[in-house]
């Protein structure tokens, strides 16, 4: 199947599409499981606002949304992205927005292939997991 990018209600393009998409199969690849369909969708705040209301009952913002559809190995799902969120945190953790972006995007797919981020430990390594997929990126994309 294939990653899809895609905006709703905002003017924002993922450039690089194709590259990008190359380098997330790669990583599905990686920890030995298939890509079915996944959606990314990047969203204003007040739309990720909504959803984030809507099926977590959670009354804040957040620069992504995991919702996983994946079945045994065949990953898949939908990802949204607030993209005034990212350019946000860019600015805090002094990244710029392209490195900060593909850390999100790579963090929704560590999500599908079923990392998680609730405890410190599992924070570590999601961390830890994005900084290799980070790696991985220079294979497909020239930052």
């Known amino acids: 199947?294939?990653?899809?990018?895609?905006?709703?209600?905002?003017?924002?393009?993922?450039?690089?599409?194709?590259?990008?998409?190359?380098?997330?199969?790669a990583l599905i690849e990686r920890e030995k499981k298939k890509a079915g369909s996944i959606q990314y969708v990047f969203v204003s705040r007040e739309r990720m606002l909504e959803i984030n209301?809507?099926?977590?009952?959670?009354?804040?913002d957040t620069d992504i949304l995991t919702f996983?559809?994946?079945?045994?190995?065949?990953?898949?799902?939908?990802?949204f992205i607030c993209v005034e969120v990212v350019?946000?945190?860019?600015?805090?953790?002094?990244?710029?927005?392209?490195?900060?972006?593909?850390?999100?995007?790579?963090?929704?797919v560590l999500h599908l292939l079923g990392y998680d981020d609730h405890s410190e430990e599992e924070q570590i390594e999601m961390t830890r997991m994005e900084d290799r997929s980070l790696a991985l990126r220079s294979l497909f994309l020239t930052p």
């Open 1 to 25: 199947m294939a990653v899809h990018f895609t905006s709703d209600g905002i003017p924002y393009v993922l450039p690089k599409k194709r590259k990008r998409s190359r380098w997330l199969m």
């Open 53 to 60: 209301r809507e099926f977590l009952q959670h009354d804040y």
């Open 68 to 79: 996983p559809y994946t079945e045994g190995e065949i990953i898949a799902g939908d990802v």
């Open 87 to 108: 350019r946000e945190n860019a600015a805090e953790y002094n990244q710029t927005f392209e490195n900060e972006m593909d850390r999100v995007i790579s963090h929704g």
